[in-house]
């Protein structure tokens, strides 16, 4: 059997989640998150995780599933949601997932081999104990030097997922790159719509981001940051932490910058983020379940119109 999806993905601050309630509301859907860190219970601000009362009674999963100092993997993703679109289409319904994390949308797309779910703890700390001996850039050339394809798409910052890779090249003999070569091989097992929800005018979209930024600082969000780090005993090197909106709080509180330069630095951090996440999404544009909706003039009325229309064509609806 073929199922459903419908997979709303954009940068952040692009809307997808309200466009995927009202398509949930009309096409009677249930939505899967496709969002790395909304998984982690504990962390709402930080991450802009929708709040019940915004859910419009439309049955949400994948959110609150993780505390922060455990780990999640994307094979667990993938396991998680290609259930989920099963089971939602059993019931005669429409998953819809909504959400910006590439490597979530990508293992709902396409059969890749994400390796291996094995941890080994002991591996872990290991590599951990020589980010924090050698540092950060002299560990990144070492991976460089064992995959540099795969390298290209780090940024030596990112010590958790560079960790992650050194485990599973580790426990698979296998360069991260090379399981990756599943990309081209699409899933046939579902009959995709992808809607790319973006703005042509990107100062539209940043304005947006550093609106947000804002907001959930005047929310709470330093206060949140404290109490995920003590009740849950976190360090800069959890993973849960080296999100944009909770690691630039670590240098703050060792008065290494400003709270100014605090607030300026999540800004920008977000603001490159989205860019990556736009550069990433566009290689979805080559196929013909793709459609890209832009927000610019006050169109959102029309878009879903148009959404809406795209739905009833594909899946012959009424």
Not at 66 to 83: C, G, I, L
Not at 134 to 145: H, L, S, T, V
Not at 203 to 208: F, I, P, R, T
């Amino acid at each position: 059997m073929i199922d459903k999806v419908l997979i709303v993905t954009g940068p952040t601050a692009c809307g997808k989640s309200d466009f995927a309630i009202k398509l949930a509301k009309k096409f009677d859907g249930e939505i899967i998150s496709a969002d790395s860190q909304q998984i982690y219970k504990d962390m709402d601000i930080g991450t802009n995780k929708i709040k019940e009362s915004e859910m419009d009674e439309i049955k949400h999963y994948g959110l609150d599933i993780k505390y922060p100092n455990e780990e999640y993997s994307v094979q667990e993703f993938k396991d998680m949601a290609r259930n989920l679109i099963s089971e939602i289409n059993s019931k005669n319904k429409i998953p819809i997932v909504a959400g910006g994390t590439g490597f979530y949308i990508d293992s709902i797309l396409f059969d890749m081999n994400y390796g291996t779910n094995k941890k080994d703890e002991n591996l872990r700390d290991k590599l951990t104990k020589d980010f924090q001996m050698y540092g950060n850039e002299y560990m990144y050339e070492k991976f460089c030097e064992i995959d540099p394809i795969e390298a290209k798409k780090y940024h030596p910052n990112e010590t958790q997922r560079i960790i992650r890779a050194f485990e599973t090249y580790k426990l698979t003999g296998k360069k991260p790159s090379e399981l990756r070569k599943g990309l081209k091989n699409l899933n046939k097992n579902i009959k995709p719509i992808l809607f790319f929800i973006n703005y042509k005018d990107r100062s539209k979209l940043y304005e947006k981001i550093n609106l947000r930024v804002d907001q959930m600082i005047n929310d709470g969000l330093e206060n949140e940051f404290d109490k995920v780090v003590k009740n849950y005993k976190l360090s800069s090197f959890s993973k849960s932490l080296q999100a944009i909106g909770y690691k630039e709080f670590f240098p703050y509180k060792e008065n290494e910058i400003s709270y100014d330069e605090l607030r300026s630095e999540i800004k920008k951090n977000t603001r490159r983020y989205a860019k990556r996440q736009i550069t990433w999404m566009k290689k979805y544009l080559k196929y013909d379940f793709s459609h890209l909706i832009y927000r610019d003039d006050n169109m959102d009325e029309k878009n879903l119109e148009n959404m809406e229309k795209i739905v009833k064509e594909t899946y012959d609806l009424q």
